[in-house]
């Protein structure tokens, strides 16, 4: 069966991200002249996503608005005769068919996905995390879409982290099967230093069999007081086939000021339009800054 739909949770509150966030949604805080979400939703729609849910909260109204059409700035863009912007504003409308559901509640993640039951009508779908921003030649998701077009069962994004940060993921235990797959058997989320099964860690995309909401029904809180969609996802472990696959492309976490400011820098120097000022800003600065 096809892919045709995405969900994407975008209802947290961004705490990492204080005081900035306190009146921007998190998804929103651009890299270079984008805002993260963007980012998720080009990543979708490039491998060839249809639909596209986006889980917010109620204080999330400008993603709905960034995302609509904009019928006064385009006239305006257009009068004036800014005709790269006008197009890049059309664009950004027309990316995908994109719907929206409140999660009332703040209660975990595996509550969040299950926001999204009646979207799924009863098809697998992609997940996508709106702090994992993947920078890849052929778009992450649509390397997995291809691996479940093999599989035809539930695919976990991975890559293997250091061994002093499994801590701070979902750490697979499994076998490896070759051409970057896995085999799923158990999921820890967050273990304690020393504890992990391996050193391979959910990075923020998954396609998911619609099983998963049968299982989310199942779920009690747990780590946080939360419904954790980890939960959730080792009890589908035990119903039905779950794998694994080690993405290939420089992942970002964006939700973390490290991860944001790593991607800044590199997103602008892959920018014909900006690279050659800002190298030489760089390099000036890591001298002075190095003299002092």
Known sequence: MKIRKAVIPAAGLGTRFLPATKAIPKEMVPLVDKPTL????????????????????????????????????????????????????????????????????????????YCAKFFAENEPFAVLLGDDVVDAQTPCLAQMIDRFNTYKSTIL????????????YGIIKGEEL??????????????????????????????????????????????GGEIQLTD?????????????????????????KQGYLEATVEFALKRDDLRDEFLQYLKKTVAQTDAK
Do not use: W
Not at 184 to 203: F, R
Not at 244 to 256: L, P, T
């Open 38 to 113: 963007q980012y998720i939703v080009e990543e979708a729609a490039s491998a060839g996503i249809e639909d596209i849910l986006i889980i917010t909260g109620r204080t999330k109204r400008a993603i709905e608005d960034h995302f609509d059409k904009s019928y006064e700035l385009e006239t305006e863009l257009e009068k004036s005769g800014k005709f790269d912007y006008l197009e890049t504003m059309q664009e950004i409308s027309n990316l995908a068919n994109i719907h929206y559901v409140r999660q009332k509640e703040a209660k975990g993640l595996g509550h969040a996905i």
């Open 157 to 168: 994004g991975v890559q293997a982290v250091p061994d002093s940060e499994t801590s701070k």
């Open 178 to 223: 070759g051409d970057r797959m896995y085999t799923v058997h158990d999921m820890v989320e967050k273990p304690a230093p020393g504890t992990a099964p391996s050193n391979v860690a959910v990075l923020g995309r998954y396609i998911i069999t619609p099983e998963i909401f049968r299982c989310l029904e199942e779920t009690t809180p747990g780590a």
């Open 232 to 256: 959730a996802l080792r009890k589908l472990a035990k119903k039905e086939s779950v794998y694994a696959y080690d993405f290939i492309g420089r992942r970002y976490d964006v939700g973390s």
